[in-house]
């Protein structure tokens, strides 16, 4: 019958229960171990605590691993060989980093700023796109345990949805930050951007150009705490400045992936709300089909219609209209992502930590003044 153990600090009781195997001789040096399955179903307790208690062995030279063979117990004193070097040594741990999307600058930024950092400090980088499908950043996180990834960063996927395997991964202590979002209700390490001040932001200087009537266009925002935490920015702009929240200003269900032309629903929007003189995006892919369709109506950027976005996009300062945006620091992002990262592994007790960053307004050709604009549906 399998052994059962208590919820706390189960991995240093499996820890216990090795060392205590070994003190006692049923297993000598260079004898195999159980494997991590085998330990797994007698414990009752995941694989990924029993992966944690394994690799503090290893970091203590109790232990070593051969690739493809097993867990041996280490010779007392005995300084390891090449095939007995242990796999929690800097120089020979993979991180795996799982971002959402590859195909924009956002996340190139941030991953420049992980790998500057884990390159640094001898660790490898293993980066995998999720596609920004649930179901398949549950699989690669599984995919990643059972590479016996060191760590992860996760730029968690869109929705509503909890990922199961994040969920586990934070129960069992495994060494995980999440980055750009964090998770409402779960304890766990995150680096991101303070969305809420940076929306804030953005809206006041709209407001301080003289502007009061601040449409809102975004994609879905149940569940992902940027996008709440933005929309929170905006109306907490409006409240500090006496303005009015009118709900016929916001448009929250842009969906770059939908068969409908976004340009038509945008177009909707702006008809129905003809005295709305500035717009806040939630993003370039947003903020970008807005100056498209101003440009085919007739709207003039900035003069009939002010726009203001979070995040640059590649080549915006070649662009016919240089956005104003909200810089993430994305570079800096990844950086702070990597270090937290780094100082959970060589300190596995330390507190969860939330490391919020302030967003910088850079202001460019896309804000003015309020101005007057016309639209006709029949342009």
Not at 16 to 42: A, C, F, M, R, V
Not at 91 to 99: H, V, Y
Not at 159 to 165: F, H, L
Request: aromatic fraction near 8%; proline fraction near 5%; charge should be negative.
């Amino acid at each position: 019958m399998g052994k059962t153990v208590s919820n706390v600090s189960l991995y240093e009781q499996i820890k216990q229960y090795l060392l205590t195997e070994i003190n006692q001789g049923h297993w000598n040096s260079h004898d195999k171990l159980p494997s991590e399955n085998e330990l797994t179903e007698q414990f009752s307790v995941s694989r990924i605590t029993v992966k944690k208690a394994m690799s503090d062995l290893v970091d203590q030279g109790v232990i070593y691993r051969v690739q493809g063979k097993g867990t041996f117990v280490s010779s007392p004193g005995a300084e390891p060989s090449t095939e007995e070097m242990p796999v929690g040594q800097p120089g020979k741990q993979t991180i795996a980093l799982l971002l959402p999307f590859i195909n924009n600058q956002h996340n190139a930024l941030l991953l420049n700023g992980v790998e500057n950092i884990l390159s640094q400090a001898g660790y490898s980088l293993l980066f995998c796109n999720t596609e920004n499908s649930i179901e398949k950043e549950e699989r690669v996180i599984r995919e990643m345990i059972g590479q016996q990834v060191a760590g992860m960063i996760v730029y968690p996927v869109d929705g509503e949805s909890y990922n199961r395997e994040i969920l586990q991964l934070t129960l069992d202590s495994f060494p995980l930050v999440v980055m750009d979002r964090y998770l409402r209700g779960i304890d766990t390490n995150c680096v991101c951007p303070d969305n809420f001040q940076g929306a804030r932001d953005g809206v006041n200087y709209l407001i301080s150009l003289g502007h009061r009537n601040i449409g809102f266009l975004s994609t879905a925002i149940a569940g992902t705490s940027s996008v709440e935490d933005r929309l929170a920015g905006y109306e907490r702009a409006l409240a500090d400045n006496h303005i009015p929240i009118d709900h016929r200003y916001r448009c929250v269900d842009i969906d770059l992936g939908e068969p409908i032309p976004i340009k038509d629903k945008i177009r909707v929007f702006l008809d129905q709300n003809p005295e709305m003189t500035a717009i806040f995006a939630i993003n370039p892919g947003v903020g970008l089909q807005v100056i498209k369709l101003a440009s085919e109506i007739g709207i003039r950027i900035p003069l009939d219609l002010s726009l203001i976005f979070f995040d640059d996009f590649e080549l915006s300062e070649f662009h016919s209209i240089r956005p104003t945006f909200i810089s993430q620091e994305e570079n800096l992002l990844g950086m702070e992502a990597a270090r937290l990262l780094i100082s959970l592994m060589e300190n596995p007790e330390q507190n969860n930590q939330k490391l919020f960053f302030p967003p910088k307004l850079v202001i460019r050709d896309s804000t003015a003044k309020p101005g007057h604009r016309l639209i006709s549906s029949n342009d």
